[in-house]
């Protein structure tokens, strides 16, 4: 029954900031590059960052470089969404997913989905 599951997610005003987990559970999250997505209402899912296995290189899409932070610790099974100056057009749900290849490998599917958990960034 392996399973990735997210969570840290909730409400914030903007300027606010969350921290998303993302853990492992049946399997070892070090041998698997990880993903962060999100999804919101009427919106294509968009990927948010990735870190590679081993945490030597990071990718992030334009509209959050500067203001989230991937990161993992791999003696915990978990990687990490830092998301500080939170906007509302960050609201969405977030995603992790698993490729034991690379980031954005171009797969059809990832190995491993979250279930996701929702941030809403509202005043």
């Known amino acids: 029954q392996p399973q990735l599951v997210e969570s840290g997610g909730g409400l914030v005003q903007p300027g606010g900031s969350l921290r998303l987990s993302c853990a492992s559970s049946?399997?070892?999250?070090?041998?698997?590059?990880v993903h962060w997505f999100r999804q919101a209402p009427g919106k294509e899912r968009e990927g948010v960052s990735c870190i590679s296995k081993g945490g030597g290189s990071t990718e992030y899409t334009d509209s959050v470089k500067g203001r989230f932070t991937i990161s993992r610790n791999d003696a915990n099974n978990t990687v990490y969404l830092q998301m500080n100056s939170l906007k509302p057009e960050d609201t969405a749900i977030y995603y992790c997913a698993a490729d034991v290849l690379a980031c954005y490998s171009g797969r059809p599917n990832y190995d491993y989905w979250g279930q996701g958990t929702q941030v809403t960034v509202s005043s």
């Open positions: 049946g399997f070892t999250l070090k041998h698997y590059a």
